[in-house]
C-alpha cells in the first residue's frame, strides 16, 4: 500500500477525509426527485428559459418507472375512449416508440370488468429517452445527489443542501419543485403533512420482477375465469402474496415485467423499507416458481430481473392550498385553476389480505386537478409535483398514476418557471390563465 492510498489516522484512528468546502450554485428553479412527474418538471422549466436543477439519487432518472419497473401506463383516456393526458406524457410515449421501446395504446377489459387502457413500455429505455429530454431541453441533472436539508427563512426555502459525490452543495434557487415522491424536500423545509383518516392504511409497496420468455399466446388465452382460479388458487397456497397475475409485456423480448408482491409498510420508514425490499424480493422468486409450475404459457420462464428498488405507491401526501377529494373526481368539479385531467379510476390496494378497492367512472367522466393541490401551505417559493400532491388517501389512489404525474410535472415546472420569472413573488399568485394558456399550446389536456 502506498502512502497516498492509506487512511489518515488520528490517535491510531482512521478517520474520514472532510468533505469539500460546501460549493454553491443558483439556480431558477431546483426540481428535487428525478422519477417521471420531477424529469417532466425540470423538462417544462428549462424549456421556458429558466435555468434548472434535477436532482436525483441514482444515475439514471425515472423513480417508480425504471427504478421500481412498473412498465406500463395506465389512463390516457375516458373509458368511453377520449383522450385526457397528453402534453410531455405523449412525448415521452412518441420518443419510446422510435425506439421500438413502448407498444401500442391499447383498450382491454379487465377481470373485474372494467375498461381500461395502458401503453407497455421498456424500463430500461425509459432511463435513454428521460436523459435525451432533459439533454436537449438544457437541465442540468445533478445525479448521484441526495437532499441533506434545507434552510428556510420565513415563507421561503432558501438554500436546499445536497449531498454529491463530490461533497456538500447548497442550491439557491427562485423556486423548488419537490417531486421526491416521499416529499423530502418538503419534509426537510417543515412543511405540513395530511394524515390518515380512520381505517385507512398506506398503500403496499411492490417488487416488480422481470419473468420470461413467456409464451404469449398460450398466457392471454386464460379466460378471465382461469386467471381468477390461478390468481386466487396461488394466493390460497401462499405462494403468491397476493391473488394476482399482473403482467406488462416487455416490448423487446418474450418477457414481462410481473406485479404480485405486496408489501404493507410505510416506505419512509428506513429500517421497514430495508425489510421489505429483501421480503419484496423473496415473494417475487416464490411467485415466479409459482409461474412456472402452474400458469399456462410460464412453463419455460425464469426470473430474470427484481427491480432496483420497491416500486412505493404512497407515503407522505403534503397539505397543500386545496386537498383534491374522492367526491371531487367521483362527481368532477370545474376548477378555475385546472392544470391537468385524469380519468384513471380509484384504484386502492388493500395493505393485507390481496384486496383491490376499483371505482370505475362513467363513460365520458374526466376529472380535473387544480394547481392549488400542488402548492403547499405556509411557503411561498415552492410547489409539489407527483405522488406527494395535496390531495386525500382515495384520490391519491387515482391521481398516482404515471400519466397524471407526468402531466402535474409538467404543470409544475412551468408554474416554477413563471414563478422564477417575477423575481420575489408567491407560487400561488402566479396569473393561472396564462399558466393554463401555456399548458394547453404544449399540449397538455385540462378537462
Ligand atoms: C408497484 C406499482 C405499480 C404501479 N402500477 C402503475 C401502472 O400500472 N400504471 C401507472 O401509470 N402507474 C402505476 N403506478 C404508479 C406510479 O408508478 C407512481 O405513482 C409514479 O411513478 C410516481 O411518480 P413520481 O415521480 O411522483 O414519484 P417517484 O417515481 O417515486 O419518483 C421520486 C424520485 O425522487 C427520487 N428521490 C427521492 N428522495 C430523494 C432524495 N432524498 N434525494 C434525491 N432524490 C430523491 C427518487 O429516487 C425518485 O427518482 C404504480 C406504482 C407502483 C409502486
Known sequence: MTDDARPAMSDGQPTIAAPHEPGTRQADVLVCGGGVAGTMAAVAAARRGATTLLLERYGFL??????????????????????????????????LRRYGAAGEHHRFVMSTGHRMDRVEYAPEMLKLVLDEMVSEAGVQPLLHASLLAVQRSARRIDAVQVLTRGGMLAVRP??????????????????????LDEGETLQPATMMFRFGPVAFPRFEAMTPAERERLARQGFEQGRLARPALHAAR????????????RLAIDASDAFALGRA?????????????????????????????????????????????????????????????????????????????????????????????????????????????????????????????????????????????????QQGSHVGQIPIERLRGILQADGACLA
Open 62 to 95: 425515472g423513480g417508480n418507472a425504471t427504478a421500481g419497473a412498473v412498465a406500463q401506463f395506465n389512463g390516457w383516456q375516458t373509458a368511453g375512449g377520449r383522450r385526457v393526458v397528453a402534453g410531455l406524457a405523449a412525448e415521452v410515449v412518441e420518443r
Open 174 to 195: 427562485r423556486v423548488v419543485v419537490d417531486a421526491s415522491g416521499e416529499m423530502e424536500a418538503m419534509k426537510l423545509a417543515g412543511a405540513e403533512f395530511l394524515a
Open 250 to 261: 416487455d416490448p423487446y423480448s418474450d418477457d414481462a415485467w410481473f406485479n404480485i408482491s
Open 277 to 421: 425490499e429483501i421480503e419484496g424480493r423473496r415473494q417475487a422468486w416464490c411467485a415466479a416458481e409459482y409461474l412456472r409450475a402452474c400458469v399456462p404459457g410460464c412453463e419455460r420462464g425464469h426470473l430474470v430481473a427484481f427491480g432496483t428498488q420497491l416500486g412505493v405507491r404512497e407515503t407522505r401526501r403534503v397539505r397543500g392550498l386545496h386537498l383534491l377529494t374522492a367526491e371531487e373526481l367521483l362527481e368532477p368539479t370545474a376548477f378555475a385553476d385546472a392544470i391537468a385531467a385524469g380519468a384513471y379510476p380509484i384504484d386502492i390496494h388493500a395493505a393485507s389480505g390481496g384486496g383491490l378497492e376499483f371505482a370505475a367512472l362513467g363513460d365520458d367522466h374526466a376529472y380535473g386537478i387544480p394547481f392549488r393541490s400542488l402548492v403547499p401551505c405556509g411557503l411561498d417559493n415552492a410547489l409539489v409535483a407527483g405522488r406527494g400532491l395535496s390531495a386525500t388517501h382515495r384520490a391519491l389512489a387515482a391521481v398516482r398514476v404515471m400519466t397524471i404525474s407526468m402531466a402535474l410535472g409538467q404543470a409544475a415546472g412551468t408554474a416554477a418557471a413563471l414563478a422564477a420569472a
